[in-house]
């Protein structure tokens, strides 16, 4: 084959379908032929993003490609890497199915166009002598072959033959190495295994055998090393090959590091339900960090992000750490429940999808939250942390956005799939895998990924004892993690144990209305396997202010209640709404007003009452300089219940849940994840576009036409037309069938037209198929979609 383009259009469907499923973002968007794909795929940034997902004994391998000579087979690569060969072709073909090699004769591989330029110092070694050398001016290479050799220098110096003669004597630099001295080789074994250059100075001295004085200018002088610029120098690959004894690499094995770590229980059910509970109160956190966030929420900082002071609050009031709660609100945000309201002095506010997570079961909550975090580029574990410019890192800041963040959460998570049963992989052995996994993503905020991965998947209820749960690892295989979490989580109660202490146990999850309602009645006590509640004036006098009545508080009570209501309970709730709104709190500032002078007379002669600045307006009415907020918390202070009170007389119901933020569109809902092109009818559609503009471009050439195109002819007619419920089903109908259709699109004038698509994807807004009348893969609107017909077999 005359050219790597070539070599792709020769390959099979199979192997282009494996080629784009190992490597999606070449598809987007979908090249024109593959002529362009092979242009796109040996660009510096495509090269260097699919070298970063080899292991690193499949990069030895392509390394090993580099430095031995074109056109070399995987027998020849095995014995220069001492390696067995069926590891060996097994890094082969994941090296020709990722087209980073490409062999055009059969079994005689060479390097793909672009990686060559991807690698300074392939296996650690320097260019050959004859590429080291090629920068000395013609004398210079006469002199120094001269003094190698002992020969005179005749007529004039021909460069590429001293060239060859010094490449021949460099082959076999033993006895210059001996010759230079003990110390001089010293300084080779020191680049000997790479990085092959170093630093000295004046390089370009001119030596020679007979005056050369120190080690490094005997060096010079026979040609151990070559000088690149003034100050620095390259050991040539032949001479650190002798120097290694012909090894490309040292300590190279096919094989991963083994995983080492604890024990987790002996049974397995153990590990499961540990982090089933771990799952649970992730949940129930998220759920009452966001409940309150709804009702106090804590302002953006102009800079964005959340306050330390409020981050602290927060610890304070779920009892966790800071670094959980910034996890909790981190993975709130990434899963759509949590954002900022408006882009001037806004605040944290639960997000209208909150209200409808809130109607899923716990499972289902889970797994919102799990695939949230799993796929956010934000590392809450910088929260707290110095940046570059020595700045405070803030919790829902820009700062956390760390682009490497979902790729290493899901690699140590990958890890940790791939350990035997019972075995609770420890940090270290995490990170010594993952630099053979990965070894050219190897960083330090990597390696702290890992550590806050394993922190964060234990919070989660991802891993139980360390060890992976089996409904995690349906989430890693992008199945429904759902039903197998489900099962080990216990099922919601609506029934409490009211006890005559004004106490009620919840002896397990309560079902959402009822977990609301008794969380805006009730104070939480304790948690743990249940959760304890105490009803208090404060409690009570908070569920009245809500809007719900005496009657209605005690009758939701005795209909949840597992035991007949005790009579403290009812006394409690009946003495307290009588006080209740006995008080009107209006605005002056402030006043108070009741139908009782004397419950007046007794606030003005209560000392405490001193502070709320009250005066008497009328025998009912008292006046106060205080905004009406801080005389309502006063006089509750006092131990009295009253209420706001609105301009017209009415009495203004605070509603805990009142407070809701949009959330912003986002560009996912616009853009296309590089993922979605993994899905094989996705990349099938793909092939087929490339094949079609491959015949499209012979057609061109065969026929002169550059606008020619391999196109299906549009039915005649006007186009079709249905309504939009209609057209959505039928386009689903198809995807499943995998059936073409005959759409009227609207372009952006617009103008209708035609066109022949076989639906791979609707979603979001969007059809995504291969339209036959355009050769190509395309994104259709669905609102630009007038109408979807059939197209019978006869008409294919």
């Known amino acids: 084959m005359e050219s790597y383009a070539d070599w792709l259009r020769a390959r099979d469907d199979d192997a282009l379908r494996a080629l784009l499923t190992a490597r999606p973002e070449l598809i987007t968007p979908v090249p024109a032929d593959l002529a362009a794909l092979a242009a796109r795929a040996t660009t510096p940034a495509a090269v260097s993003r699919t070298l970063d997902r080899l292991d690193r004994f499949t990069l030895a391998v392509l390394e090993a490609l580099l430095v031995l000579p074109r056109d070399v087979t995987a027998a020849a690569l095995a014995t220069a890497l001492r390696t067995p060969r069926k590891p060996v072709n097994a890094a082969v073909a994941t090296l ?37 050398f090629a920068t000395y001016p013609a004398e210079r290479l006469a002199a120094l072959v001269a003094d190698l050799t002992g020969e005179e220098r005749r007529g004039f110096p021909d460069t590429a033959r001293l060239l060859d003669r010094l490449g021949g004597l460099l082959a076999e630099p033993g006895p210059l190495i001996d010759d230079a001295g003990p110390e001089a080789r010293a300084a080779l074994e020191q680049l000997a295994w790479g990085p092959p250059v170093g630093r000295v100075g004046d390089a370009r001295r001119p030596v020679s055998v007979a005056t050369a004085a120190s080690p490094i200018e005997r060096l010079l002088a026979r040609g151990l090393l070559a000088a690149e610029d003034d100050r620095t120098v390259t050991l040539p690959r032949e001479v650190a090959l002798h120097l290694r004894e012909g090894v490309l690499f040292r300590d190279l094995t096919p094989e991963p590091p083994p995983l080492t770590g604890g024990r987790a229980p002996d049974r397995a059910d153990l ?36 306050a330390v002071r409020d981050l602290r609050a927060t610890a304070t009031l779920l009892d966790v750490e800071e670094w959980k709660a910034v996890l909790l609100a981190e993975t709130a945000y990434a899963a759509g429940l949590l954002t900022r309201s408006g882009d001037l002095d806004g605040e944290w506010l639960p997000t209208p999808a909150y209200d409808l997570w809130l109607r899923r ?26 940046d570059d410019r020595d700045r405070l890192v803030n919790a829902l800041s820009e700062a956390v956005v760390r682009p490497s963040a979902p790729a290493a959460r899901r690699a140590v998570l990958d890890v940790l799939a ?23 993503r190897a960083n330090p905020l990597r390696d702290r990924l890992v550590d806050w991965t394993l922190r964060e998947a234990a919070a989660l209820g991802v891993t139980g004892f360390g060890v992976l749960a089996p409904y995690a690892r349906d989430l890693l295989d992008g199945g429904d993690p759902e039903p197998g979490l489900d099962k080990h989580l216990p099922a919601p109660v609506d029934k409490i144990l009211i006890q005559a202490d004004l106490t009620a146990v919840a002896p397990g999850p309560l079902v959402t209305d009822l977990a609301r309602e008794l969380a805006l009645a009730a104070d939480v006590e304790s948690t743990g396997g249940a959760t304890v509640y105490r009803f208090t ?3 009570v006098r908070r569920a009245l202010d809500a809007g719900r009545g005496a009657d209605e508080l005690t009758a939701l ?13 009812t006394y409690l709730i009946e003495d307290v709404a009588r006080r209740h709104g006995h008080l009107r709190v209006g605005a002056l500032s402030s006043y108070v007003r009741t139908d009782s002078p004397g419950t007046l007379d007794e606030i003005l002669a209560d000392r405490r009452s001193d502070a709320l600045r009250l005066f008497r307006l009328a025998p009912t009415v008292l006046g106060s300089s205080l905004p009406r907020g801080e005389l309502l918390e006063g006089l509750r202070a006092l131990g009295l219940a009253p209420v706001a009170e609105s301009p017209g007389g009415g009495v203004i119901v605070t509603r805990p849940d009142a407070q809701r933020a949009d959330p912003p569109p986002t560009a996912e809902i616009f853009r296309p ?90 979603e979001g807004g969007f059809l995504t198929g291969y339209d036959a009348t355009r050769a190509a893969v395309h994104r259709f609107a669905l609102h630009r979609i007038t109408g979807v017909a059939e197209i019978s077999d006869d008409e294919n």
Do not use: C
């Open 557 to 569: 009570l005795a209909r949840h209640s597992a035991t007949p209501l005790p009579q403290p309970l």
């Open 537 to 539: 004036p404060g409690s």
């Open 271 to 306: 590990t499961v339900r540990a982090a089933a509970g771990e799952a649970l109160t992730f949940v129930r956190l998220v759920e009452e960090l966001l409940e309150h966030w709804g009702l106090e929420p804590p302002p953006v900082l102009r800079s964005g992000g959340l």
């Open 418 to 440: 791939a350990a035997e049963p019972g075995l609770a992989v420890d940090a270290g052995a995490v990170r010594t895998r993952l630099h053979w996994l990965q070894p050219r």
């Open 673 to 762: 994840r590089t993922e979605q092109f993994t899905d094989p009818s996705m990349v099938n559609a793909a092939v087929r576009a490339l094949r079609a503009g491959d015949e499209a471009t012979r057609l061109a050439e065969r026929h002169g036409e550059e606008q020619a195109r391999l196109r299906a002819d549009a039915p005649a007619g006007e186009p079709p037309r249905s309504p939009a419920v209609a057209t959505v089903d039928r386009l689903r109908s198809a995807v499943e069938r995998g059936a073409r259709v005959w759409i009227g699109y609207l372009d952006q004038q617009g103008q209708s037209s035609s066109r022949i698509v076989e639906p791979v994807r609707v």
């Open 361 to 386: 079961d716990t499972a289902g909550r889970w797994v919102e939250l799990a695939r949230g975090w799993l796929r956010t580029d934000r590392a809450p574990g910088l929260a707290g942390e110095r």
């Open 96 to 132: 020709l199915r990722h087209a980073l090699a490409w062999d055009p004769r059969k079994g005689r591989l060479r390097p793909a166009p672009g990686v060559r330029q991807a690698f300074a110092y392939p296996a650690g070694l320097g260019p050959p002598a004859r590429e080291v």
